[in-house]
C-alpha cells in the first residue's frame, strides 16, 4: 500500500498501525510541502526510528507512475486548514490538495483495468458548510473556504476518476485530534498554552465540530482501503456528538488542572458555525463508528504532550 503524507499529523499513525498489522508499505511526503514543515520533519524522524523510511515525492510534480503499482494508494497529503487558505494560500491549497489528486487519479487510470489500485481521498467535513443538523454523504455541498473549495474539486476529479473505472472513493474526516495533532490546530495550541504559560489564540469559541480521535481515524482509512465499496463511496469519518470549542477548552483545562491561557481573536472567514457527522453510512459499509469519547481522547493528546521534547 502507499501513504501519500506520511509524515503529516493523521498519516504517521497511518502508517504505523499498518506496518504493525503485517501491511507492506511505501510512505512517501514532500516534507517541505507540509503546513507544519517542523512537525512533518519530526514525525519521519519518529517513522525512521520504527524502522519506516519516508520517502521523499512531491506529487505535484514528481513521477507517479511507480505508486500506482500499489494495491492501494491512501491519499492523504495535502494542505489543510481553513484560515490559511486565504490570500496566497490558495495557491498552495490548489496545489497540495487539487493537482496531487489529479495527478495520482491520472496515474491510477494508466494502469491496465485489473491492476488499478483502491484509492482513498482523504477529504473534510468542511465541504458541507454549516450544520444544522448531523450532515448525511447524499446532502448537498457548500464549501466556503478556498480549502473546502479545493476539497470539493478533488472529491469531483476521484468521483470522476471512478465512473472511469479506477476503484475510488471518497473520506470525509472531521475535526480530528490526538498525538501530533498539527501546531496550527486548536487543541494543539491550548495544551502548549496550558503547559507553557503564553496565551494562545481562541478564534472565535462558539464553533461546535464533531471532534474525532486520530486512532478512530486511522481505524476507517484501513478498513476503506480493503472493504468491497462501490467506487464513488462518499463516507463520512467523525464523531456523531457536535461539541462547542469553549466545552473542549473547558475539558482540557479539567484534565490538566489549569484552564488554557488565551487571548479573544475573530474567527476566520470560512470557519463554520458547526460541524456534525452523520454515522450511519460508515456503520453500514465500513462496521465502523468513532469509539473513543472526547475525554479519554484529549487525555491522550495531553499526555503526548507532557512527553515530546520542546524544541
Ligand atoms: N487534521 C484534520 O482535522 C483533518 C480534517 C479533515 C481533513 N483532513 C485531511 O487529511 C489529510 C491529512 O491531514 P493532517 O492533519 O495529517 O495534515 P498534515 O499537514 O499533518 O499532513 C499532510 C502531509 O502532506 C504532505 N504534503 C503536502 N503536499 C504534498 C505534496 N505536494 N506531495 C507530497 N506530500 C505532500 C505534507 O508534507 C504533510 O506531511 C489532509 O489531506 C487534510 O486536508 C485533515
Redesign the pocket.
Known sequence: MVV??A?????SHLVQTLIAAGHDVLA????E????PEA?AANSAELSHAGVTVTE????TDDLAPLAEADAILH?????GVRTSWGRGRAAAHR?NVT?TERLLAACAARPARHRPRFVL?S??SVYGSAARPCAEHDRIDPRSPYAMSKARAEQLTQEAARDGVPAVILR?F??YGPRQ?PDMAFHRFVEAALDGSPAPLYGGDQSRSFTFVGDVVDATVRAARAPLPPGTVLNVGHPESVSLRDALQRIGALLGTPPPTEPAAAAPGDVARTWAGPDRAARLLGWTARTGLDAGLARQIAWHRERVRV
Do not use: E, H, K, N
Request: one cysteine or more; charged letters at 20%; hydrophobic letters at 45%.
Open positions: 501519500t503524507g509524515a503529516g499529523f493523521i498519516g512517501v511526503d514532500a516534507v510541502r507540509a503546513a507544519a512533518a515525492c512531491d506529487l505535484a492523504l497529503a495535502g494542505r489543510p497540495d496531487t482523504a473534510s467535513s474526516y475535526s480530528v498539527r
